[in-house]
């Protein structure tokens, strides 16, 4: 007996981007979340197309954090996958050592923005640890479900 072979999940598509007054929405969740635990972390916001929309760096953040979570938010938005499924693929081994050949950040706490099914931007966070960025992420997400 043969079965079908599964077929791969559609991809998300993109979406048109993300508005400012949107971005402003996810942010304003995110620092609360960040600000709440006493975080110090960054936060970005890119669209669709992969352009900053908003970085916040909130007190005492260190400097690099401004552009580790730029890199985050980008590499979600062109996989169009949390950051965190690109690390494990890379832990992983074998094929996934080919993510480092593209130059992206594939640790944990770049986060897609799915507006209808469509990838209308990202988020990512740097600053904390890698399970603390993620949770900060999905709590500037979760403000758009409000």
């Not at 598509?13 to 007054?21: C, D, F, K, V």
């Not at 971005?23 to 669709?48: G, H, L, Q, R, T």
């Not at 990838?119 to 709590?139: N, Y």
């Amino acid at each position: 007996m043969t079965t079908a072979p599964t077929a791969a999940p559609v991809p998300l598509t993109y979406g048109a981007p993300i508005s400012l007054e949107t971005a402003k929405k996810v942010m304003a969740a995110a620092e609360a979340e960040a600000e709440k635990n006493k975080w110090p972390m960054a936060i970005a916001i890119v669209d669709s197309g992969g352009h900053l929309v908003m970085l916040h760096r909130l007190d005492n953040t260190q400097i690099a954090s401004a552009r580790v979570c730029e890199e985050k938010a980008r590499t979600a938005l062109e996989f169009r996958r949390p950051t965190r499924a690109l690390e494990d693929m890379l832990a992983a081994g074998g094929a996934g050592l080919k993510v480092l050949t593209f130059g992206m950040n594939v640790g944990e706490g770049g986060i897609p923005i799915v507006v209808d099914g469509k990838v209308i931007g990202a988020i990512g966070l740097s600053g904390m640890a890698a399970h603390q960025d993620t949770a900060v992420a999905m709590a500037g997400i979760a403000a758009l479900a409000k």
